[in-house]
């Protein structure tokens, strides 16, 4: 069981360029969360989704786009890469129901992404 | 407001007893969550509460007080590989919507 797998784990961008952060789980979870991590700021909420085919904005989503066309992936995408989008991005998901494991995140390993 | 107070570090000693605080302020609380994350890993979940009192699993414990707002997490019989930081994380919901508040993380280094 590969749980949440993120693609690519290092990249370094100039800025204005584009990328795509691929995140996969294969544990039929419908809940998918990405997240940045910063120092002295704890981890922040970018975009989630709920299910295929929809997605919903966190705290910080300015900047980024996402997309859940399959089940199993959620793609974060920078358009234009700024400096201020250095950090470490987690990708999470959980499953629903009443469960008390329902609730709990698996995370994936993290993308250490680097704006020059 | 919705906050998460922990400390920002701590020190202890291989073989002891820690106890990590977290206090919290939110309406339409649902439960918390502690995790571990090792430096330049991912959080690893540790445990949930949702309850009032004592979860223990292993070396590690958890404790829920929801008329206070706090929780701890005892760790026990303290090894190297338990210095990490611990995140306090708080289930919100409002209405239809659930929000995960987390806290900063406490940095705990476990010395020889």
């Known amino acids: 069981n590969a749980g949440v797998t993120q693609t690519p784990k290092f990249r370094v961008l100039k800025t204005g360029q584009s990328m795509t952060l691929l995140c996969a789980q294969d544990m039929n979870h419908e809940y998918m969360y990405w997240y940045r991590q910063d120092p002295g700021m704890g981890l922040r909420l970018i975009h989630y989704s709920v299910g295929e085919g929809t997605t919903a904005k966190g705290e910080v989503p300015d900047g980024y786009n996402v997309s859940r066309l399959k089940k199993q992936n959620f793609l974060l995408g920078l358009e234009s890469a700024a400096p201020s989008q250095t950090s470490v991005y987690f990708c999470?998901?959980?499953?629903?129901?009443?469960?008390?494991?329902?609730?709990?995140?698996?995370f994936g390993a993290g993308s250490r992404l680097t704006v020059l | 407001g919705q906050n998460i107070d922990q400390p920002t570090e701590m020190t202890a000693t291989e073989g002891a007893i820690v106890q990590i605080n977290c206090t919290y302020q939110t309406s339409g609380f649902n439960g918390l969550f502690w995790y571990q994350q090792h430096a330049g890993e991912a959080p690893t979940f540790l445990s949930y509460?949702?309850l009032d009192g004592l979860e223990e699993k292993g070396r590690f414990s958890s404790f829920l007080s929801r008329s206070k707002g706090y929780s701890y997490l005892l760790l026990k019989e303290l090894q190297m590989k338990d210095s990490a930081s611990y995140l306090c994380a708080v289930i919100r919901n409002a209405g239809n919507n659930r929000k995960l508040i987390w806290g900063l993380g406490t940095s705990l280094a476990v010395n020889p």
């Open positions: 999470a998901s959980r499953g629903t129901g009443t469960r008390s494991g329902a609730n709990v995140l698996t």
């Open positions: 509460n949702v």
